[in-house]
């Protein structure tokens, strides 16, 4: 930024430029994407930005980065080749940067024959931490940075490169004695963290990898004992073993900060945070929200709950705001006759009067048509796919860009659902894993639940990995691909190294939905 304020003239960029943020971009995105014809299936605007911004950091065109990661979204190549034309005209007209900008005219700056030699002559010497993070990009940037005093120094490990969902990529690091003939590399093997058990199991993970230099951690604390792999049947059986351990140790005198359970995927807590729940574990989420408390899992539950309390006025609220053709205000008008209801026909007579009018009585009548179907089902689960059936899956594309980790999330839900005897006991258990909030109070060391990726850079005497399944860890999408692959091998790796003392591996052998 201070460069390109400074030295952006040259390269026709006024100094007195703005940058936008991620919303500001979106908004852009949208308007632009309305004026261009698009045919059904068309990708939202978050969906276009991500593939931009991969383009711009992963220095490959647009067509190149939808064919390799998007497959599925090769049809459109052309109109998001048209969309990137325009988002890059309406900023430039506006005198807006977002963010990919700020990287993408540093580089050409460097590049610039006037002025390019003299910034990096201004950089006597260059240190990067976290090297094994960065993208294309940013190693081009850093190449023209170091090319007058060239001297560079980076530092990183290649088992921990894990963001390549970010456009990061591991070459960066396994290429820089090529990009800078000469370089000297310094293996800082010596761990003080973990116990040899749990560094000769991490070594041997990751030996398994052809991408890799090859460096064996060493640990300089005393024996400790050796990594624990259990079996379980479901996931649930997973969640009542893992909850039973932790209490057992916080009764032996851990405290539950000291304590990590780690997954691969949101969804994979699930379970897990009920049982933690019921044995009034406190415990926090790291980087989210807990698996009950999502907007989406409350929008599916309140279905349910209006089925066993037609009264709840809160959970017909969020029934209102997702069907089609009840809009906020019809919404209004109908939630004061809730607390009078006796049976779901009595709404639809509500709906029926003359000042609702056709369209939004047709719209009630669906809805209580599909609450009666979820209603005579003899399971929980075939309920939960009629509300995706009825409109929620689209509802869900509509309005967030992470739809598929809620799918995802909605699937756990069928198998948290299908554990249960009763739409009493499954409502009761889904409460109970929401107020148990109130147990973290001050001074409250809790329990820490986490996806690996959240808790790269943090240690706990005692880890636990869950969920180390086959379609579930390594991620379905990367058993096909060897590089995808090894890169799950270095995920894996994290986490098993995020233990100080003891160490946890789980698994279950009856897959619920993939």
């Known amino acids: 930024n201070v460069l390109l304020r400074r030295y952006g003239s040259v390269l026709s960029i006024p100094a007195n430029y703005t940058i936008i943020d991620e919303e500001d971009s979106l908004s852009i995105l949208k308007k632009i994407t309305e004026t261009v014809e698009t045919q059904e299936g068309f990708l939202k605007p978050s969906d276009i930005k991500k593939i931009f911004s991969l383009s711009v950091n992963t220095v490959e065109s647009i067509k190149d980065v939808v064919n390799t990661r998007f497959p599925d979204n090769s049809p459109f190549i052309h109109r998001l080749e048209t969309i990137w034309s325009s988002y890059q005209k309406t900023k430039r007209r506006h005198n807006l940067m977002d963010y990919d900008d700020l990287l993408l005219f540093c580089y050409k700056l460097l590049k610039n024959e006037s002025v390019g030699a003299k910034i990096s002559g201004n950089f006597r010497y260059i240190l990067v931490d976290e090297y094994h993070d960065t993208n294309r990009l940013q190693s081009l940037i850093l190449y023209q940075l170091a090319r007058v005093n060239k001297n560079i120094m980076v530092v990183g490990d290649d088992a921990q490169s894990i963001y390549s969902f970010r456009g990061a990529t591991i070459n960066n690091i396994m290429e820089f004695t090529r990009i800078y003939p000469g370089a000297k590399i310094f293996y800082l093997d010596i761990n003080y963290r973990s116990t040899p058990q749990i560094l000769d199991f991490a070594n041997k ?16 604390r005393e024996i400790g004992v050796k990594p624990v792999v259990v079996k379980c049947y479901s996931p649930k ?20 900060k000291d304590i990590g359970i780690l997954f691969r995927s949101r969804y994979q807590s699930a379970e897990l945070e009920i049982e933690i729940s019921r044995l009034k574990i406190p415990y926090i989420v790291r980087g989210g929200i807990r698996f009950f408390e999502q907007a989406h899992i409350k929008d599916i539950m309140a279905y349910f709950r209006v089925l066993e309390n037609i009264r709840d006025e809160v959970s017909w609220r969020r029934i209102f705001s997702q069907t089609e053709g009840i809009g906020s205000k019809t919404a209004e008008r109908l939630v004061p006759y809730i607390s009078g209801l006796k049976c779901f026909d009595e709404l639809v007579e509500i709906a029926e009067k003359e000042e609702f009018g056709l369209r939004r009585a047709t719209a009630v009548k669906s809805l209580v048509s599909l609450l009666k179907k979820i209603q005579g089902q003899k399971n929980m689960q075939k309920g939960i796919t009629l509300i995706m059936d009825a409109g929620y899956s689209e509802y869900i594309s509509k309005k967030y860009k992470d739809e598929i980790e809620r799918y995802e999330d909605i699937e756990m839900l069928k198998e948290i659902a299908s554990t249960y005897s009763s739409l009493e006991d499954f409502i009761s258990a889904a409460s109970l894993q929401e107020y148990a909030k109130g147990e973290l109070t001050e001074g409250t060391s809790p329990l820490v639940l986490s996806t690996i990726h959240q808790a790269k850079g943090l240690e706990w005497k005692v880890v636990f990995i869950i969920g180390v399944s086959a379609n579930h860890f390594p991620h379905p999408t990367s058993t096909m691909d060897i590089q995808a692959l090894e890169e799950e091998r270095r995920i894996f790796y994290v986490a098993t190294t995020r233990a100080k003392e003891d160490l946890y591996i789980t698994y279950f052998t009856r897959d619920f939905y993939r």
């Not at 993970?205 to 300089?220: Q, W």
């Not at 059986?237 to 539950?256: C, H, K, M, T, Y």
């Open 205 to 220: 993970s990751i030996s398994h990898n052809h991408i890799r230099y090859p460096k064996t951690l060493k640990s300089v």
């Open 237 to 256: 059986d997973e969640a009542l073993f893992v909850s039973q351990r932790v209490f057992q140790l916080i009764n032996s005198g851990i405290q539950p």
